[in-house]
């Protein structure tokens, strides 16, 4: 029997009359998976950096129209900077000797029982006595019953248990108002207690003045008020304050730092509008009578101000 030899394939020849012998490569789902997720989370990260950008642009916009009657501005302006303050304060108070030592902002005045202040500037000069200063754009958030409270707030976190009487300090509540708000063109409003009798004033050492924004008289106050309007240091008239305004809106680490404060604000605010929200669902619960305990749970507000809700509910 002849064996018959089988020809063997010839690849160029196969190639020359078109026959690709090759079998394609296919990917596999694995790798294309793996593909299309990269691609998405590279968009995502671009996304973000994205947003990140435009959020870090309009607050570097922002910073170009603040002002120091602008809250925010002012008291990062002014914190820990007693120049600035004691400018102020010997301004708005006639006071030319006056000598600051220390200063705080966005200080906490606590009240275990009732409403709790956060003072904008909280001052002490080198005599002891306090200084709390805020700005009040609106006519409402002036009002005298608010300059009350903060000076109260003042001597109550301000005695010792167990301390005399004459141990409080004597203190300042000094509103700066974006307007006239008592409408007579006077530049300060200096409040005291007096005796109806006589007029003589009822020592007590609790003072309250108010400095009319709005004026523009050709005097210290008149120029400091301009100062507090301006968004361009180079026309402001006091150099303390023109150094400080200039470092926070053109130097590099001073408008990193507000624009740091900014986006924490921006939290602080999303965080107070999480935290209103839970108190009134704790007191729609405390109405239908749930337990406090279960309603701290849910709310995840802690248990001693739910408490205190009911406390307040049930008056």
């Given amino acids: ?3 018959v030899k089988t020809p063997e394939r010839n690849s160029t020849t196969d190639l020359d009359e078109g026959k690709n012998t090759t079998m394609p490569k296919r990917k596999s789902v694995g790798k294309r998976k793996n593909s299309k997720l990269a691609v ?7 996304s973000v950096t994205e947003r990140i950008d435009q959020q870090r642009e309009k607050n570097l916009e922002r910073l170009k129209h603040f002002r120091l009657i602008d809250d925010t501005f002012m008291t990062q302006c002014f914190d820990q900077n007693p120049e600035s303050i004691e400018l102020v304060l010997r301004i708005a108070l006639g006071k030319p000797d006056l000598k600051v030592e220390d200063v705080r902002t966005q200080v906490n005045g606590p009240n275990l029982l009732n409403r709790s202040v956060r003072y904008d500037v909280l001052a002490t000069d080198s005599e002891g006595r306090k200084y709390n200063i805020e700005i009040q754009r609106s006519t409402e958030d002036a009002d005298p019953r608010r300059a ?3 000076s109260s707030m003042l001597d109550v976190n301000s005695l010792p248990k167990g301390a005399d009487y004459d141990a409080l300090p004597e203190t300042y509540v000094i509103f700066i108002t974006e307007h006239d708000v008592f409408g007579r063109g006077k530049p300060v409003y200096k409040v005291e207690r007096r005796f109806e009798d006589n007029g003589e004033v009822f020592d007590d050492k609790a003072h309250i003045v108010y400095v009319n924004g709005a004026y523009r008289g050709d005097t210290p106050v008149g120029k400091l008020m301009h100062d507090f309007f301006c968004t361009d240091p180079d026309d402001m008239n006091y150099k303390v304050l023109a150094d400080r305004v200039r470092y926070f809106k053109e130097d590099t680490k001073g408008m990193q730092s507000m624009c740091k404060i900014l986006e924490e604000v921006k939290e602080e605010g999303r965080e107070e509008g999480i935290a209103e929200n839970a108190r009134d669902v ?3 619960l405390l109405a239908k009578n749930y337990p406090v305990q279960e ?3 849910v709310t995840v507000l802690p248990l001693e101000e739910v408490e205190e809700l009911k406390a307040q509910m049930n008056k």
């Avoid at 998405?40 to 671009?46: D, I, L, N, T």
């Fill in 1 to 3: 029997m002849t064996n």
């Fill in 40 to 46: 998405r989370e590279s968009a995502k990260k671009g």
């Fill in 282 to 284: 704790a007191c729609r």
């Fill in 295 to 297: 309603i701290a749970e």
């Fill in 148 to 150: 009350r409270y903060n």
